[in-house]
T-cell receptor, first 115, second 110 residues
Framework: GAVVSQHPSRVICKSGTSVKIECRSL??????MFWYRQFPKQSLMLMAT?????????EQGVEKDKFLINHASLTLSTLTVTSAHPEDSSFYIC???????????FGDGTRLSIL | AQRVTQPEKLLSVFKGAPVELKCNYS??????LFWYVQYSRQRLQLLLR??SRESIKGFTADLNKGETSFHLKKPFAQEEDSAMYYC????????????FGQGTTLQVKP
């Protein structure tokens, strides 16, 4: 079946550093990938849609300069949290789907902790 | 505004009892609705979607447009059904942008 791999699974770093999270579709191509954020005991909130070869589209309230998204190939999207601060600590999850009418497949998520 | 509501944070039942996890949505058009499940220490995975009208692991869900609901049901719960269940809506012309409910933890006791 379709598999989405996310790396790293956990990151702990100091305030002010930038952190890159990778999302790969292992056995299918994805022109579109999605990035979600999940706070403790809360639901997943869509942050942005990553589009291969073009700019990402961000949901309302999500700072595009804070959360840089690059989708350089059909199997890889990256989310970079720039100049991270403690309030950016969260669980970040990506997803992708093999085709327009196909269901989404999710990565394992990345737990980001900013000290 | 598009919204998905799962009113129960926790649902606890005994093995063999019927289960109904509630999901209500707010959307003016024709939505596509999903149930996702997350077992302990595993990734989120699709359980079922309303357009396929399948029964997966004994679970079914019927879209009721009049009541704007998509409740998940299973007649006899099993211990291995214990997990977090999320109802989700794609109301943006099947763009894949999902709106999730808060999630319901199902606990099936022996």
């Amino acid at each position: 079946g379709a598999v989405v791999s996310q790396h790293p699974s956990r990151v702990i770093c100091k305030s002010g550093t930038s952190v890159k999270i990778e999302c790969r579709s292992l056995d299918f191509q994805a022109t579109t990938m999605f990035w979600y954020r999940q706070f403790p005991k809360q639901s997943l909130m869509l942050m942005a849609t990553s589009n291969e070869g073009s700019k990402a589209t961000y949901e309302q309230g999500v700072e595009k300069d804070k959360f840089l998204i690059n989708h350089a190939s059909l199997t890889l999207s990256t989310l970079t949290v720039t100049s991270a601060h403690p309030e950016d600590s969260s669980f970040y999850i990506c997803s992708a789907r093999p085709g327009h009418n196909q269901p989404q497949h999710f990565g394992d998520g990345t737990r980001l902790s900013i000290l | 505004a598009q919204r998905v509501t799962q009113p129960e944070k926790l649902l606890s039942v005994f093995k063999g009892a019927p289960v109904e996890l509630k999901c209500n949505y707010s959307y003016s058009g024709s939505p596509e609705l999903f149930w996702y499940v997350q077992y302990s220490r595993q990734r989120l995975q699709l359980l079922l979607r309303h357009i396929s009208r399948e029964s997966i692991k004994g679970f079914t869900a019927d879209l009721n447009k009049g009541e704007t609901s998509f409740h998940l049901k299973k007649p006899f719960a099993q211990e291995e059904d214990s997990a977090m269940y999320y109802c989700a809506l794609d109301g943006s012309g099947n763009t894949g942008k999902l709106i999730f409910g808060q999630g319901t933890t199902l606990q099936v006791k022996p």
